[in-house]
Nanobody, 120 residues
Framework: QVQLVESGGGLVQAGGSLTLSCEASGNILSINSMGWYRQAPGKQRELVASVSGRGTRTYADSVKGRFTIDREYGKALVNLRMISLKPEDTAVYYC??????????????WGKGTLVTVSS
């Protein structure tokens, strides 16, 4: 089995910063990508940022220039550094890992989510 452990959510004032972390552990053969999605009340879940196994980073237009995603390959860990936070960034943030189990089965896992609240 593979476990995802998320951390770093919380309450912050507009203009502030937070860093979210997600670490995957367990029976992992390889990882194609790791990323963060978010879902605000009444809205669909959307991609915030992801990083591929080759290091290619993808960002939502709304967070470009404010959020940075980095992966620590030795630990299967991904960090999302968020600065200049806005009230519209308020959402539950979910970690996602896409890859392969060590039994060669495909794997796409979601974390339980961590709440980020940005007050105005």
């Amino acid at each position: 089995q593979v476990q995802l452990v998320e951390s770093g959510g919380g309450l912050v004032q507009a203009g502030g910063s937070l860093t979210l972390s997600c670490e995957a552990s367990g029976n992992i053969l390889s990882i194609n990508s790791m990323g963060w999605y978010r879902q605000a009340p009444g809205k669909q879940r959307e991609l915030v940022a992801s990083v591929s196994g080759r290091g290619t980073r993808t960002y939502a237009d709304s967070v470009k220039g404010r959020f940075t995603i980095d992966r620590e390959y030795g630990k299967a860990l991904v960090n999302l550094r968020m600065i200049s936070l806005k009230p519209e960034d308020t959402a539950v943030y979910y970690c996602n890992v896409d890859g392969t189990h060590d039994n060669h089965d495909a794997m796409n896992l979601w974390g339980k989510g961590t709440l980020v609240t940005v007050s105005s």
